[in-house]
């Protein structure tokens, strides 16, 4: 079982930059794939970004594409998400998900933490 614990996020104004991380439990953190998720007020989940087991292969989606970067540590048992150019729109909720190799659904889910674009 994988535990995972986000932190990060906060206020920023429109065009700066946060860093979230996500840190996970257990010793097996090298076989998951792990990705972001993010919830509006009043909006689905939607998938944002996501990471291979080895880290060699991410993409995001294309709200993102270009601004937000994901990264993972696996010495460190932590992935990341570098946001850029934050827009007023990228509120929301943030959720770091992890699943078994690099198919199938995301099983694990952290708590969420709060991103927040003034504009």
């Known amino acids: 079982q994988v535990q995972l614990v986000e932190s990060g996020g906060g206020l920023v104004q429109a065009g700066g930059s946060l860093r979230l991380s996500c840190a996970a439990s257990?010793?097996?953190?090298?076989?998951?794939?792990m990705g972001w998720f993010r919830q509006a007020p009043g909006k689905e989940r939607e998938f944002v970004a996501a990471?291979?087991?080895?880290?060699?292969?991410?993409y995001s989606s294309d709200s993102v594409k270009g601004r937000f970067t994901i990264s993972r540590d696996n010495a460190k048992q932590t992935v990341y998400l570098q946001m850029n150019t934050l827009k007023p729109e990228d509120t929301a909720v943030y959720y770091c998900?992890?699943?078994?190799?690099?198919?199938?659904?995301?099983?694990?889910w952290g708590q969420g933490t709060q991103v927040t674009v003034s504009s």
């Open positions: 257990g010793r097996t953190f090298s076989s998951y794939a």
């Open positions: 990471v291979s087991t080895s880290g060699f292969t991410a």
């Open positions: 998900a992890a699943k078994r190799g690099n198919v199938g659904e995301y099983v694990y």
